[in-house]
């Protein structure tokens, strides 16, 4: 693998409309963005992905775009952008946007004229078909529940939408479509944006003619799920290629793939060395116990499950390229309110679980709050969700016929919005996140989980991550910690989270104990030195045996 600029960097990701409020409206801004830099600058982060900021109608949180070269009045506009851009310059920071390019929004002028002329120009810039026997052109589930088709008012046409129906799908099968996104891209990367963060990037090829892909429905209500039709697309890579050499590659920017469903075979087109994109998520974790029949139906991810699900991706990349690693984003829940046992949860808990997305080799993203510990929220009813996808499974769950009361608390865990109340800053009104109405209510623990509590304590969870970012650019361990081989040890251990990571001239072991009970962990040698600990002391039972308390995350050298 060539070695890259960002390589040894740290990553954050801010959903804006929750990060900071500058203005009262009670929605996150870009002034609050770069106010915080400081912030984020002492925590060790270098590149900054925001999610999206651009005009929209917000019916699905900004992931529906009306307006590819403007800021949404809600959060600035265009000089603040310049200003962010100019500020985190100042401070050796890179920006990312969020590249959402499947879709626009409904509001876009290209859709407006589209339906104004759904055989004109327009029409085909996006899938527009005739209705079949009165009914919609084929029988693909939309992401966001019912149909992906949409009637178009007055005609028997409909237009396709993987996602909401405020979504419409891009053709990118239409060069005209593709020359109008990369001369948008290029804009904003001679703007001075490092890079993007690339939305659900893999549903940008349909398996084609569209109208032949009807499969068996998967559930009752006679639509099958998209991913099947996926496995049928062939040809993304061809488009991926020409994405990548009108834009990405002229301004050697960075970017990072949502990729869902891709072919293990595929991997090295997508981020070996000369790949379609810089890096992409490992969502092996965040999709393990998923069911088709929706979230009620979810398996609950086990501590040997999280192991196993980390180290098939470790070992899948090796070294092909750099993953980037996650334990939360802005479609999840919290990770340490998912992945660690909730009689479990603790601060030294959520160091251990910091402490492994550190040490597996990747680029790793902290999700806003991450760094404080901020938790799932207790949310008490429905009308608290803003979430359309969470609305979508809440009602799958009343039609496979759990009461209302079942389908909520079934839902309530895998919400988006879990992750998406405001950041919470310190203790006042609001979390001092916004001095009007939250957007979104914020979190009842904010007292308890807040920044301010935890920026002088040198023991918080934050100055934690604070060490393990400064662990990853230390020059006496960033090579290891970097590229070291992933080797994982004693992996059949129950609970015991432990790997190696090996260059020529060092190996740090690191040893994590995935559960509450203490467990004694024999040593392949003699440690040389403590790295960094989660818990105050290590626990020598004798030279090459250690005794890990519960939730203890430990990195030494051997
Ligand atoms: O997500 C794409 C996606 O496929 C999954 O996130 C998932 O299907 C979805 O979250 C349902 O729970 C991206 C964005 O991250 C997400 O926020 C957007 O809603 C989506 O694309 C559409 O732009």
């Known amino acids: 693998m060539k070695k890259k600029w960002w390589h040894g960097k740290v990553a954050y990701q801010i959903y804006p409309k929750s990060f900071n409020d500058t203005t009262g409206s009670g929605i996150g801004d870009l002034r609050g963005i770069t106010e915080k830099l400081d912030y984020l600058k002492d925590l060790g982060v270098d590149i900054i992905w925001l999610s999206p900021c651009y005009c929209s109608p917000f019916a699905d949180q900004g992931y529906d775009i009306s307006d590819y070269y403007n800021i949404d009045p809600v959060f600035g506009n265009m000089d603040d952008m310049d200003e962010l851009l100019a500020e985190a310059k100042k401070r050796d920071m890179y920006i990312l946007m969020d590249l959402v390019v499947n879709h626009c929004s409904d509001e876009h002028e290209w859709f407006k004229k589209a339906m104004e002329d759904p055989d004109g120009e327009y029409g085909k810039y996006f899938y527009i078909e005739e209705g079949k026997d009165g009914k919609e052109p084929n029988n693909w589930r939309s992401y966001f529940g019912g149909s992906a088709w949409e009637k178009i008012p007055g005609t028997n046409k409909y237009y396709l939408h993987l996602f909401h129906k405020k979504q419409p799908d891009l053709n990118w099968e239409n060069k005209k479509v593709r020359e109008e996104i990369y001369t948008m891209i290029n804009w904003w990367l001679e703007r001075g944006l490092a890079g993007f963060r690339i939305d659900a990037i893999i549903n940008i090829k349909k398996a084609l003619p569209i109208i032949d892909y009807c499969y068996p429905p998967d559930r009752e209500d006679g639509f099958v799920e998209t991913h099947r039709m996926l496995k049928d697309a062939i040809g993304v890579g061809d488009f991926l290629t020409e994405l990548k050499n009108e834009t990405f590659a002229k301004h050697d ?49 086990t501590p ?36 660690i046992p909730a009689d479990e949860l603790s601060e030294t808990a959520k160091k251990f679980l910091g402490t492994m997305q550190f040490m597996l080799r990747g680029l790793p993203f902290i999700y806003q709050g991450q760094e404080i510990g901020m938790e799932n929220v207790n949310f008490t009813s429905m009308d608290q969700i803003d979430d359309i996808s969470t609305r979508d499974q809440y009602k799958v769950a009343i039609e496979a016929g759990l009461s209302p009361e079942e389908a909520f608390a079934a839902v309530k865990h895998y919400s988006r919005d879990n992750s998406r109340t405001p950041f919470q800053w310190d203790d006042s009104k609001n979390a001092g996140f916004t001095t009007g109405t939250p957007w979104l209510m914020v979190s009842p623990d904010y007292k308890r989980i807040n920044a301010a509590s935890q920026i002088n304590d040198p023991n918080s969870l934050l100055s934690h991550y604070k ?6 650019k230390d020059p006496e361990y960033t090579e290891t910690v970097v590229y070291g081989k992933t080797v994982p040890y004693l992996p059949e251990v129950e609970k015991l989270m432990a790997f190696k990571r090996v260059t020529d001239n060092q190996t740090l072991l690191v040893l994590g104990n995935f559960g509450i009970k203490p467990q004694t962990v024999k040593l392949p040698s003699k440690c040389k030195k403590v790295v960094l600990n989660n818990v105050e002391n290590v626990d020598f039972v004798s030279d090459t045996e250690i005794r890990l308390e519960g939730y203890q995350a430990l990195i030494i050298e051997i």
């Open 467 to 472: 060490k393990l970012t400064a662990l990853r």
């Open 253 to 301: 920017a960075f970017t990072v793939g949502e990729v869902f469903d891709e072919r293990e075979e595929d991997i090295p087109l997508f981020i070996g060395d000369d790949g379609y994109f810089s890096s992409m998520f490992d969502f092996n974790e965040t999709i393990f116990g998923k069911s088709k029949n929706g979230w009620y139906d979810c398996k609950p991810i």
């Open 304 to 339: 040997d499950d999280y192991k196993r699900c980390c180290f098939e991706t470790q070992e899948k990349i090796g070294d092909i390229g750099m993953i980037s690693t996650i334990i939360e984003n802005h479609d999840e829940p919290r990770g340490v309110s998912h992945y």
